[in-house]
């Protein structure tokens, strides 16, 4: 574990904004961050290549979804993901828990694991903590995350207590199963909407987190103020020597907002799931650049903008290959997007560092249209 430590280098005095400094194996991770997801070993449409232009400093990908293809075991044999994919930065996988209960219709839940059906074939498995494991550790991430039961927005109580009981005993059991020092294992808060449930599974994280935790059950159907509600109530009950990652939110305002509430680490699918719908980010809110009203429109995506895509090509040309269904117009819509919110963490962190985050927040928040949000 002496390959990983955390360096707080500032906290703003106003909000609970941090900067600092994670260190990991395959090199250091400036804080806060924008981290892009790679499901499948690979962010949608483009090569690492495009990812180390844009500063991508770690990135995701899915244990669930790599245990179903091209299987743990093959990712091993090409010596873990670092090498399968061409990546040598940091790489973060989830235990795949969020998966095996959004996408699995068909789940049977016990306090030994999970039985579920595949939503590629319908094929029987059985994931319990220790197998969760056993595939992130042959999976080879710098960052692993425990096996825990999410609840959705609008559970109740008692099925909250219950999931946050099982994500315990589960993480306990992750912890006994763990044997690759050179990973960091992140446990898991939940307790969906109910404080005294998020209270209680802090106290019960903490003592199994040793240089991160994360924070997970939100963003999953809840109002935007309610998240930021809980994110306030945890804050000062979160270590404050460790990064703190909130899982599956990243649109901007989210971004700039979660910070500013003592998160260091924040990634989503957004940016490039948008980004092949026809739809960018801009200081402004989100832009459909598939709208008709963009068909003659030789500006960039955004004035103020200086990445790639910007500086090469036309709103009218991008919605010209989004409406043909070229995959070029997704590649470059990723890239605008991706470029969007790594440098809005960058902004952020500078703000932090130049005892100016609050004003930066608050002029962001000014102009940036919150109604075209999502999480």
């Not at 790594?342 to 000014?366: M, N, Q, T, V, W």
């Amino acid at each position: 574990m002496n390959n990983f430590s955390f360096t707080l280098i500032k906290e703003c005095p106003h909000t609970g904004a941090r900067a600092g400094i994670l260190h990991t194996p395959h090199g250091d991770i400036e804080t806060p961050i924008f981290m892009p997801v790679g499901t499948q070993a690979t962010v949608k449409g483009l090569k690492v290549e495009d990812l180390k232009d844009l500063g991508a400093q770690i990135i995701l990908s899915n244990t669930y979804h790599l245990y179903l293809r091209p299987g743990e075991d093959i990712v091993a044999q090409a010596g873990g993901l670092h090498n399968f994919m061409n990546w040598e930065r940091p790489i973060l996988t989830d235990s795949g828990g969020f998966q095996v209960f959004s996408l699995s219709k068909l789940r049977k839940v016990s306090d030994e694991g999970v039985e579920f059906r595949s939503h590629l074939n319908g094929a029987k498995h059985f994931i319990t903590p220790e197998k969760a494991i056993e595939i992130e550790e042959k999976l080879g991430a710098d960052i692993i995350m425990a096996f825990d039961q999410c609840t959705e927005a609008g559970a109740s109580y008692a099925d909250a207590c219950e999931a946050m009981r099982k994500t315990k005993i589960w993480l306990e059991r992750c912890v006994k199963a763990k044997t690759r020092d050179d990973q960091m294992l992140f446990p898991i808060v939940q307790g969906n909407l109910f404080k005294d449930l998020r209270k209680k599974c802090v106290e019960d994280t903490v003592p199994y987190a040793k240089c991160g935790i994360a924070i997970g059950g939100l963003s999953v159907g809840e109002e935007k103020s309610v998240m930021y509600d809980i994110l306030d109530f945890l804050n000062p009950l979160l270590p404050k020597d460790q990064p703190r990652y909130l899982m599956g939110v990243g649109s901007p305002d989210c971004l700039v907002e979660g910070y500013g509430r003592g998160i260091d680490m924040m990634d989503c699918v957004l940016p490039t799931r948008i980004a092949r719908n026809g739809t960018a980010f801009t200081k402004k809110g989100k832009l459909v650049v598939k709208n008709a009203i963009y068909k003659a429109d030789f500006s960039p995506i955004d004035e103020t903008c200086d990445c790639y895509t910007c500086k090469h090509y036309t709103r009218a040309y991008i919605r010209h290959l989004i409406n043909a269904d070229e995959m070029l117009g997704a590649e470059l819509l990723s890239i605008h997007n991706l470029h969007f919110l790594l440098k809005l963490a960058h902004d952020c962190r500078e703000a932090i560092l130049g005892d100016y985050f609050p004003e930066f927040r608050k002029s962001f928040l000014a102009e940036y249209d919150i109604s075209k949000s999502t999480f």
